[in-house]
C-alpha cells in the first residue's frame, strides 16, 4: 500500500462510515492523545516505567496505526499529498545529514 492508497481509504472510510472529518484543531487534540497512548506502552515496555498487567496486552502496532490514521485525516484535511511530502523529507534529510550521523562518535 502506498501513502496515496492510505490516504484515499481513509477518505473513503470517512466518507462511508464517519460522516465527515472532525475539524483540524480537533484531530490535532486526538492527534496528540493517540501519541500520548503510543508513548505510555513505549515508556512502560522499553523505558524505565513498569509496565502494568493491563499494559502488557496493550496492541503497539494498534496504537501505532491510531497515530498514522489521525495523521492522514489532517494530511487529507489539508490537502497534503504524504507520499510527495514524505519523498521531499527524505531527500532533505539526505542532503543535510548524509555524513552528520556517520562521523558522530556517539553512534559508533
Not at 34 to 57: F, N, P
Request: with cysteine; charged share 30%.
Amino acid at each position: 500500500m502506498t501513502l496515496q492508497d492510505a490516504q484515499s481509504q481513509v477518505d473513503s472510510w470517512i466518507q462511508t462510515y464517519g460522516v465527515r472529518y472532525f475539524n483540524q484543531l480537533t484531530n490535532t487534540a486526538i492527534l496528540s492523545e493517540e501519541v500520548g497512548e503510543l508513548a505510555r506502552i513505549m515508556a512502560r515496555r522499553y523505558g524505565e516505567q513498569s509496565e502494568k498487567e493491563s499494559d502488557k496486552k496493550l496492541d503497539l502496532g494498534d496504537e501505532m496505526a491510531d497515530v498514522l490514521w489521525v495523521l492522514i485525516c489532517l494530511a487529507n484535511q489539508c490537502d497534503i499529498d504524504l507520499e510527495q511530502a514524505f519523498k521531499k523529507n527524505l531527500e532533505k534529510k539526505t542532503s543535510r545529514d548524509s555524513n552528520r550521523h556517520l562521523n558522530n562518535p556517539k553512534l559508533k
